[in-house]
């Protein structure tokens, strides 16, 4: 994969406005060096709209102290994804409250998921040990 050692500028036109913005360096499919050589998957695309709509979203960004349009939208898509995930929570819960008492004592449940997370716990120390030695393993 080659990569560009210098920043790349970014230019968007919407509407007709331009906005520029400096990225890091970028290989040649498109992905964004970040820090330390990194790659950070960063795609893009264009969006058309009615003017109306390209008002308010240059009305927005001004207002909103974001530096571009594409900052406001990410900011949005953010907020979008955040109020599903409140909302996809909101509604197991409603759906629990709405469901039959457990048959199952609340103190064997608990048995049962701290059981259950003593087992991953363990699982995981063995493929850590099957992997690579431990401290205490290597002073042997």
Not at 14 to 43: Q, S
Request: proline share 4%; aromatic share 4%.
């Amino acid at each position: 994969m080659s990569v560009s050692s210098t920043p790349w500028m970014v230019v968007v036109s919407i509407g007709g406005d331009i906005y520029a913005d400096r990225c890091a360096p970028m290989t040649k499919n498109g992905e964004i060096r970040g820090d330390r050589g990194t790659l950070v998957g960063m795609k893009s695309f264009n969006v058309t709209m009615p003017e109306d709509l390209l008002a308010y979203v240059r009305e927005r960004t001004k207002e909103g102290g974001f530096g571009t349009p594409t900052e406001f939208l990410r900011h949005l898509i953010r907020q979008d994804r955040e109020e599903r995930v409140e909302r996809e929570l909101e509604e197991r819960l409603l759906e629990g409250l709405k469901s039959p008492r457990s048959r199952v004592p609340a103190k064997k449940l608990f048995q049962r998921m701290h059981a259950l997370v003593d087992e991953v716990a363990a699982e995981r120390r063995r493929k850590s040990r099957d992997g690579k030695a431990t401290r205490s393993a290597a002073r042997g």
